[in-house]
Structure formats: C-alpha cells, structure tokens
C-alpha cells in the first residue's frame, strides 16, 4: 500500500523544511510513504529547500496557476506515481503532520474513500471571532450544498482513495476545498472527519487578502457549485419565486375581471404574464442544465475509468522513490 503526501507550495521557503520533516514516513498498513511537492511557480528556495527536508518528487507547474489547478495537478501526478491512497496537506505547516495516520485510518479499515482532517476552529489563536464564525457558516452551507455531515469544510488537510482521487476534477480556480466536498457528496463518494491539530501558523493566509475578500470568493464559489451540480433545483426555485407571483397577479386579474372591475389593471397583467414567461424559460434552464450535468459526470466517469486503466497499481508501492526535479507539464 503505497501513500503519497501532496503539497501545493507558492513560495514558502520559510515553511516548507518543517512541514515535510514532520510528515511521518512510517505507518501501520502503509508500505511506503512518499512525498510530492506541487511547485506553483515559486520564484524563492521552496524546491531546493524541500528537496533538502526529503521530498521524493517535485512536480513544477513553471507558472502561478492556483492552489486549485495545483492540487488537481497533484492528484494526477500522485496517480501517476502509483498511490493506492494520496494525502493533501499545506505548505505553511498549518496542521500537525503526525496525524497523517489519523487520516489514512477509515480508508485502509475501508470505512470512507475521502477523509477530511477537523481542525479544533474554537481553539485556534490566530483564528478572530469573526473567522471563527465564518468558518461555521461556511461549513454549514456546503453541509446543506452536499448533503454530507463535515464540520471543517474549508479544512485542506485530506485523505483520498485512489478511486476517489480519479473522479474529482476541480472547476474552480480559486480553491478546491469546497467544490470538492459538494462534488463528492453529489458523487456519493463515502466521506468521513477526523479531528486532527495544527500548529501555530504566524503569517496570514496568502489565499485570501481581506476578511471580506474571503467571504465573496468562498459565498461564489458555493453558489457557483451549487449550480453545477444542482441545477435543476436551482432554476427550479427561481421559477417558482418568477412563477407564483405571476400567476397571483393573473389570478387576481381574472377575479377582478369577472366582477366587472378588470378593464383599470392591465399593467398588472402585464407584469404577471412577463413573470410567468420568465418562470418558464427558468424551468426550461433547469431541463437543459440537469441535461448537461448527467452528461458531465458520464465523461467524469469515463475520465476516471481510463485514468485507473492506465495507471500502475499494486507492484509499483514497493519500487523505489525517484526524485524529479522541475517536472513541467503544461497541460496539468
């Protein structure tokens, strides 16, 4: 069983060394453990510096594409290397790399395909009040978004079977942490969350500028997926808040007009009728969006298929590492 630590990295010289010297290299039921870092387009020492601390593999993506084109390009890669289960973890040493076993733990009792590490948000300093609460909010919408049941959804520190890391693809690229919770709970990919620590992180986080900032992209981003992979409820609600009220004004239109006082309220139906042509081309939206989602997850399915197909599997957990340097694949 071969497991294999991804981290996406964008300049953290700083950081880097002690995250990947506290990732553990031996676990129960992991024959061998192997780190990869995703170089975003460091323009600092990241690489040299983990390539000094012990990382196996370093693919380089040669320009700043994201953390979620990054992580995307990490998965892959770590399927391409052979992984039977791939671990993503940050590059600023936020979480306590010893419980990289707590994580793997439910895949290899095969209890859950994806595993989200639980972060203590409560206890957490350099988290304000606001953030805190934030973070609540924001978990309990992407919980009602997937229909799964995880506290610390924008939590990046994950465990991923082999099968589920084929049949995740990230649209987004901002970040991938949300989408991928409402695309696997729309997958019925089986998700559990184990409470994990994390140590004293002294800089702000680099993906978000402001508090506000935060909130717009992360508010997008769940909206955003909503609709891809909810469309027919999506545009089946704006029909029926389109739709009612229009035909409450026809309804009302026709009261009046059947009691000889309808010739003064044309304008209302009017209105009325305009809302209830917007109802339906709404309802129509939803037919032909929830069309094309089926049609997304039949060429996701397929893209899993062949990718699992192609990949190595058993024999290679027990080959070698091999350090690669600079690996640049620009259709990553």
Known sequence: MKLIIQIPA????????????GLPRRIPGISLVEVLLIDDGSTDATVERAIQAGADHVLSLGTNRGLARAFMAGLEEALRLG????V???????????DVAALVAPILARKAQIVVGSRPISEIESFSLL????????SWVV??????DIPDAPSGFRAYSREAAAQLYVTNTYSYTLETIIQAGRKRLRMVSVPVRVNRVERPSRLFRTMGHYVRRSMTTIIRVSILYAPLRFFFTLSLLAGLPGLVGIGRFLWLYAHG?????VQSLVLSGALVGLSALFAVAGVIADLILANRFLMEDIRARDMLRDLPYEGSAMQPAKRVLHVVRPGA
């Not at 300049?11 to 880097?16: K, L, V």
């Not at 992984?83 to 791939?86: C, L, P, T």
């Not at 919980?143 to 799964?148: E, I, L, N, P, V």
């Open 10 to 21: 964008l300049n953290e010289e700083e950081t880097i060394e002690a995250t990947i010297l």
């Open 143 to 148: 919980r009602k978004a997937s229909g799964t």
């Open 88 to 98: 993503n973890t940050d590059a600023d040493n936020q979480y306590c790399g010893e």
């Open 261 to 265: 006082g309808g010739t003064g309220n």
């Open 131 to 138: 953030k805190r609460n934030l973070q609540y909010i924001g």
């Open 83 to 86: 992984a039977d289960i791939v």
